[in-house]
């Protein structure tokens, strides 16, 4: 290399040496320009991002949550759905006379409040459950309602005209109120203590509790005999082709208790 280029080589080096110190001058003073506002408005930018990143960070927590509850609420709208199927399978075989009382009962709520002579007695005597602890459904604050499991004109129908007889789809599902009637008057009784029940009815109560911790009916809903008193079902030929059919429907079991003829509700298959 001979010394001109080395000089030219120099110079240029030189000057691109000149040109980046000119620059950095140049930054610094926009930097130092206004150095009052420069750090506010920096820390103002600072303090925006961080909010906005807290924001998104909450709205991602958000949506995991959701997403979490998704399973849950696809699990409790199929648990209405079928709830929503039995009430409508319950209120399409409901009878007639059964529907009128309930539309008298919405439409004057304070006649709920009426005993209905036509049920047992025994159903409205005071009884506060939390005092003492169930003996049929253990775990619970107080006896759940009797199942009333409905048949439908189908199930009717598929039965011989021997065993049906006269027997019309509202005559059994009114007996079928009836016993779920019968059957929460007796677990009324085995669990309300002592002191909340009418002399009279203690030594059934003893009775009823004996029977309810047998094996056959431990834990399920159950009526006597004895209990039935009409008006929708009696001890005539019409109720007893009514209890045979409810047996050959699946509605009921029957054992025999000591001296007691024991009818136990049962689910349908």
Known sequence: MDLKQAGSSLDAL??????????????????NMYPSTSMPDLSAVDATLKTMESQIQAIKDRLQEERNAIPKAKKLIDLSQRQQRKLQHMLAHMPPSMLKNQSRSVQNPSSSLVPDDSGPDILHEPCHLKEEPVAMLKGKKGPSPAPRWYISAEELDSLSSYMRGRLTLDK????????????????HLVSCPKKKLAEDTWE??????????????????????????GPGLKLDNTGKAILTVLRHLGRILEARIGHHRVFILSKPH
């Open 14 to 31: 030189v000057s691109s040496f000149h040109t980046r110190i000119v620059e950095l001058q140049e930054l610094v003073i926009a930097r």
């Open 204 to 229: 059934k109560a003893l009775e009823l509790r004996d029977i309810a911790t047998t094996e056959a009916v431990k834990g399920k809903h159950f009526f006597l005999e004895t209990d039935i008193k």
């Open 172 to 187: 059994v599902n009114i007996a079928i109120n009836e016993i779920a009637m019968y059957a929460e008057a007796n677990s």
